[in-house]
């Protein structure tokens, strides 16, 4: 069964830092390009990164860029996505997902991706 587990979400003051963890199992880990996205009430889902299965490159949304670094530690299955200099437009809930094939230009979209976690809220008060 294919599990995907966001963890290390919570209530953080504006410019305050989180780090969420997503820990995988069912599926070779190191076979999957990996990325975030999040929800917020009433909005669509927003790309906010995605990492490539081999090597260490990664994207970001204009909206996070500068602020947001995503890894992957291929012994663990997990991912983690440290996120500093919150702001409060970046309360939502945040979503891991896996694709076996990213196309690069098309990384944002979460049609590209065959499994997902649950979410984890992340709530930055101003």
């Known amino acids: 069964e294919v599990q995907l587990v966001e963890s290390g979400g919570g209530l953080v003051q504006a410019g305050g830092s989180l780090r969420l963890s997503c820990a995988t199992s069912g599926f070779t880990f190191a076979n999957f390009a990996m990325a975030w996205f999040r929800q917020a009430p009433g909005k669509e889902r927003e790309a906010v990164s995605c990492i490539r299965r081999v090597g260490t490159a990664t994207y970001y949304g204009d909206s996070v860029k500068g602020r947001f670094t995503m890894s992957r530690d291929n012994a663990k299955n997990t991912v983690y996505l440290q996120m500093n200099s919150l702001k409060p437009e970046d309360t939502a809930v945040y979503y891991c997902?896996?694709?076996?094939?990213?196309?690069?230009?098309?990384?944002?979209?979460?049609?590209?991706?065959?499994?997902w976690g649950q979410g984890a809220q992340v709530t930055v008060s101003s």
């Open positions: 997902a896996a694709t076996k094939y990213v196309i690069v230009s098309a990384w944002h979209r979460p049609d590209q991706y065959d499994y």
